[in-house]
T-cell receptor, first 112, second 115 residues
Framework: GENVEQHPSTLSVQEGDSAVIKCTYS??????FPWYKQELGKRPQLIID?????GEKKDQRIAVTLNKTAKHFSLHITETQPEDSAVYFC???????????FGTGTSLTVIP | DAGVIQSPRHEVTEMGQEVTLRCKPI?????LFWYRQTMMRGLELLIY????????DSGMPEDRFSAKMPNASFSTLKIQPSEPRDSAVYFC?????????????FGSGTRLTVV
């Protein structure tokens, strides 16, 4: 089955700086890559996703890049704010498959 | 739509007791997933159902854990007997047949504490 690795496990940045979280996957058939944000005590919620037919997608301060050849994808958060502090999970799947394979999560702390 | 509904939100029980967690998926979603989240292990998939049928229960830790989905609108995760190491947040999620993020929704979770 698919194996998703996520790094780093913890990340601290100063407010206003950028944060980058990286994930690798093992199954070349995976073609859908969502990112989830989980605030303390709350449920994971989708923040951005990308399909394998594009290399980059942006939504305001958040962007995701995908390198299919190297089988890795990254989440980029620019101009970080304290409310960006949360645990972020990446995932990989086949759109017609049965489940998401999640990374182990990155705890991001934005220091005011 | 009220989203994926889980109950109870919090459960405190004594070791050895039976615990039942409940989940109501979003109407129209045909896949349902049970996850366990701990600091040590992160988000672990326990079992998932397609069209009410269990597809993969390889993540269920022990025979003490069982899950059912008697119909399209209800699922339970039961732990009997419970142990302190079962303390975790248990999430239920549901999705459409085609896996896309917007169609894959988590419930608010049940925080289980076994003392």
């Amino acid at each position: 089955g698919e194996n998703v690795e996520q790094h780093p496990s913890t990340l601290s940045v100063q407010e206003g700086d950028s944060a980058v979280i990286k994930c690798t996957y093992s199954d070349s058939a995976s073609n859908y890559f969502p990112w989830y944000k989980q605030e303390l005590g709350k449920r994971p919620q989708l923040i951005i996703d990308i399909r394998s037919n594009v290399g980059e997608k942006k939504d305001q301060r958040i962007a995701v890049t995908l390198n299919k050849t190297a089988k890795h994808f990254s989440l980029h958060i620019t101009e970080t704010q304290p409310e960006d502090s949360a645990v972020y999970f990446c995932a990989a799947s086949i759109v017609t498959g049965n489940q998401f394979y999640f990374g182990t999560g990155t705890s991001l702390t934005v220091i005011p | 739509d009220a989203g994926v509904i889980q109950s109870p939100r919090h459960e405190v029980t004594e070791m050895g007791q039976e615990v039942t967690l409940r989940c109501k998926p979003i109407s129209g979603h045909n896949s349902l997933f049970w996850y366990r989240q701990t600091m040590m292990r992160g988000l672990e998939l326990l079992i998932y159902f397609n069209n009410n049928v269990p597809i993969d229960d390889s993540g269920m830790p022990e025979d003490r854990f069982s899950a059912k989905m008697p119909n399209a609108s209800f699922s339970t995760l039961k732990i009997q007997p419970s142990e302190p190491r079962d303390s975790a947040v248990y999430f239920c999620a549901s999705s459409f047949p085609i896996l896309t993020g917007p169609g894959y929704t988590f419930g608010s979770g049940t925080r289980l504490t076994v003392v």
